[in-house]
């Protein structure tokens, strides 16, 4: 099973990406969580990564392309996959369904798009802000990430939809009531 988690930031893609590792027995690729990590350990990757994460714009596409690709690559990824974080825009959608046909696949399965508020997605995130720390959930790069999202991962649902693979749900309500939802139309 080949997913693509989409939504805006804070819509739970992370969330739901942990509970459907645990439920398909598939890796979770999350890019938020590569860069995150090489920031942290200053690699050369994660020292340009960082200046447009915390300015709330997307990173360069050659870096997480090649994040993705060598991810794609390791066995553990063959039976399927979750990608939370990636594609982000319509150039990483075509290089993506490029590496998938590469590698013996007719593409994804399905895009699961989690719908939620905008202002909704500013309350969880300074909320997480208090818990987590991290440098970007601050409300003004918040706002920022929404709308980088509205530019350029958005127009992803017209990509999909027209591939026939994509599917919207309600990303409000408990973490397992939505967890029952996506699983419903995954089977
Ligand atoms: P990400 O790490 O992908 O961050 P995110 O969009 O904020 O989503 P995340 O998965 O963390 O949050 P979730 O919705 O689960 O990206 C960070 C940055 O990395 C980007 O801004 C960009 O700079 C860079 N980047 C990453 N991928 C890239 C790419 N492909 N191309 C270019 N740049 C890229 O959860 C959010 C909060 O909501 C949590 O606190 C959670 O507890 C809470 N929550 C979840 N579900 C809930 C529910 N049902 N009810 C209430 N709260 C809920």
Redesign the pocket.
Known sequence: MKIVLL???????????EKLVAHYGIPKI????A??AAVKEGTELGKK?KA??DA??????E??IGI?EERLGQPDARKGFIL??????TA?AEVLDGMLTRLGSPGIDRAVH?HVSDE?IVK??L??AI??GRD??KEDVIRK?IE??NAETRPLLDYYAAQGKVVTLE?????DE?FGSIVKVLG
Do not use: C, H, W
Not at 7 to 17: D, F, N, V
Not at 84 to 89: A, Q, T
């Open positions: 939504g805006a930031p804070g819509s739970g893609k992370g969330t739901q990406g999350s890019t938020g969580d860069l995150r990564a447009a994460m709330g714009q997307l990173v360069a596409n870096i997480v993705v939370d974080g990636f594609p982000r825009n990483q989690l909704e969880r995130l909320d997480r818990k987590e970007d959930d990430r980088v999202y990303g409000i309500g408990s973490v939505i």
